[in-house]
């Protein structure tokens, strides 16, 4: 079977980074996605990872590491409209190509 | 932007009752998906459709029906709510399979059932 887990919740400060990890289990690994989803609204893409290793778009980065089911998401620079939950997904080809979706890290940015 | 809309936003019925959620996208997507997603839970996949006249159960035993007539068009019918359908249910559409095949998702349906 599939199994993601995440934090619950985390804080952190405006203007600091902070580190969302997230830890997986599935049959047919085939990519990890990132989603930010604010509060009562839909979530929306922020990051893919296939192969192992860092990959950096502006203020966000996410890594991958599939020999140990572990990827985590960077977030620099923080401003207070990144306080929303962050969904870790995994693409599974076992599971129709479809993606299982984590519990999503709650994340507060305090001024 | 992504171009995947939904209606309604938020709907209010009574036990028993028939609804349908409507789903449409203007971007061709082949994939669709309907999501249920709780309060601070993960999204749940209910349904799914590779394309036309294509259409897959999830995980998630929803006692819901689809169809997909249309590439851009896919509604989710309840024929009969329960208040255990109360929940928040998500629209997605994606790109082919050519590497990363992201989901673009609609605002989402509000259910409450009385």
């Known amino acids: 079977g599939q199994n993601i887990d995440q934090p619950t919740e985390m804080t952190a400060t405006e203007g600091a980074i902070v580190q969302i990890n997230c830890t997986y289990q599935t049959s047919g690994f085939n990519g990890l996605f990132w989603y930010q989803q604010h509060a009562g609204e839909a979530p929306t893409f922020l990051s893919y990872n296939v192969l192992d290793g860092l990959e950096e778009k502006g203020r966000f980065s996410s890594f991958l590491s599939r020999s140990k089911g572990y990827s985590y998401l960077l977030l620099k620079e ?24 984590g519990p999503g890290t709650r994340l507060s940015v305090l001024p | 932007e992504a171009d995947i809309y939904q209606t309604p936003r938020y709907l209010v019925i009574g036990t028993g009752k028939k609804i349908t959620l409507e789903c449409s996208q203007t971007m061709g997507h082949d994939k669709m998906y309907w ?38 068009h896919f509604p989710l019918t309840l024929e009969s709510a329960r208040p255990s359908h109360t929940s928040q249910y998500l629209c997605a559409s994606s790109e082919p399979s050519t590497g990363s095949e992201k989901l673009f998702f609609g605002s989402g349906t509000q259910l409450s059932v009385l």
């Open chain 1, 78 to 101: 923080l401003q207070m409209k990144d306080s929303a939950s962050y969904l870790c997904a995994v693409r599974d080809q076992i599971y129709g190509q479809n993606f299982v979706f």
């Open chain 2, 35 to 72: 999501y249920q997603q709780d309060p601070g839970m993960e999204l749940h996949l209910i349904h799914y459709s590779y394309g036309v006249n294509s259409t897959e159960k999830g995980d998630l035993s929803s006692e819901s029906t689809v169809s997909r007539i249309r590439t851009e």
